[in-house]
């Protein structure tokens, strides 16, 4: 195992992302169209957040039940995306080794951290990236 491997050689490079100013409709649109868990939030080209799909199933049924589109949608036209991401995320460097990114998720609440460049959204790691990164060892 390459002890300074960086996280740039695993992180997700093509991100899907809101903008603030975007419905969490959208959120929830993106998180079932793409299967993907997290989203950056942007306020133009920087980050502002990050917005889970944990985050929304706390204000919907979504985590309980299937096809409950109309109560979730009522909910989520009533609040924002500040209102419900993580505002000020934990962020990473592309240059961060692997292994300094697998301790923050073992000792940290993070499964998923943007990876920025003067706050500039460069890409996405998560805990799965981190354990294909660490099976591939094997």
Do not use: C, W
């Amino acid at each position: 195992m390459k002890n300074r491997e960086p996280v740039n050689n695993i992180m997700t490079k093509d991100v899907f992302t809101v903008q603030e100013n975007e419905k969490l409709t959208k959120v929830l649109e993106l998180f079932r169209k793409h299967k993907i868990r997290h989203l950056p939030v942007l306020s133009g080209n920087k980050i502002v957040g990050i917005i889970s799909r944990t985050d929304i199933n706390r204000l919907t049924f979504g985590a309980l039940f299937d096809n409950q589109e109309g109560v979730d949608e009522a909910v989520l036209e009533i609040l924002s995306i500040p209102q419900v991401m993580t505002s000020k995320p934990r962020v990473v460097a592309a240059d961060d080794p692997i292994k300094s990114i697998a301790e923050i998720f073992a000792n940290e609440e993070y499964h998923a951290l943007p990876v920025v460049e003067n706050d500039i959204l460069k890409g996405i790691v998560t805990t799965t990236d981190v354990i294909k990164y660490l099976l591939k060892q094997y």
